[in-house]
């Protein structure tokens, strides 16, 4: 596709439920982040894949949170139990090789998740 | 604890006017400045970047200038327009952490006609 697909666009789920997201990176990019934006606030880091390295998850807020990338490509953001707080925009991006010189990171629009 | 700080949180300027956005930074791993522009209801992109080996950087209105002693980079826009009035992020990026882009709290901008 011609830029980052990120699904579903928005979601409410009910306190307690798991949800699932998904992120199509722009095809050829072997970088893939996932953000986390609250109302108002800046950009969270969570998770970070490059090619078939370990995962760095060191933004990951708590072990309810999980993400997977197969193939190298799709990407699936999980979170369990959900809480209100988990309540926020979820931004998946994808760049050609890691975050250096040139290389872009381009974002998806986002899916919106409300836990009520 | 936001490794890099943003101001204002918003600004109002006039059509024409020059916005300016501050950040600052302690960690001196950074090694790459980026500026994110947002529109309601999408996603961040990338407006212009800077490394700290040069000092200032033009793109069409848009200048970073950066200040690597005193830690600190800030945005210009130049002759503001309606179409400018979106929310900015600084962001940086450290040797240390390749994936990781820090971003300031974003600053909403508004350009009046």
């Known amino acids: 596709g011609a830029g980052v697909s990120q699904s579903p666009s928005n979601k409410v789920t009910e306190k307690g439920k798991d949800v699932e997201l998904r992120c199509d990176p722009i095809s050829g990019h072997t970088a893939l982040y996932w953000y986390r934006q609250s109302l108002g606030q800046g950009l969270e880091f969570l998770i970070y894949?490059?090619?078939?390295?370990?995962?760095?998850k060191s933004g990951l807020p708590s072990d309810r949170f999980s993400a997977e990338r197969t193939g190298g490509s799709v990407s699936t953001l999980t979170i369990q139990r959900t809480q209100q707080e988990d309540s926020a925009v979820y931004l998946c991006?994808?760049?050609?090789?890691?975050?250096?010189?040139?290389?872009?990171?381009?974002f998806g629009e986002g899916s919106w998740l409300t836990v009520v | 604890q936001q490794q890099v700080k943003q101001s204002p949180q918003s600004l109002i300027v006039q059509k024409g006017g020059i916005s300016i956005i501050n950040c600052a930074y302690e960690?001196?791993?950074?090694?790459?400045f980026p500026w994110y522009q947002q529109f309601p209801g999408k996603g961040p992109a990338l407006l212009i970047a800077i490394r700290p080996d040069v000092s200032e950087k033009k793109e069409g209105r848009f200048t970073i200038s950066f200040n690597k002693s005193a830690k600190q980079f800030s945005l210009h826009i130049m002759d503001s327009q309606p179409g400018d009035s979106a929310t900015y992020f600084c962001?940086?990026?450290?040797?240390?952490?390749?994936?990781?882009?820090?971003f300031g709290a974003g600053t909403q901008v508004v350009v009046t006609p």
């Open positions: 991006a994808s760049s050609y090789g890691g975050p250096g010189s040139g290389n872009t990171i381009y």
């Open positions: 962001a940086a990026r450290g040797t240390d952490s390749w994936g990781k882009l820090q």
């Open positions: 960690n001196t791993a950074f090694d790459y």
């Open positions: 894949f490059q090619g078939n390295s370990a995962p760095d």
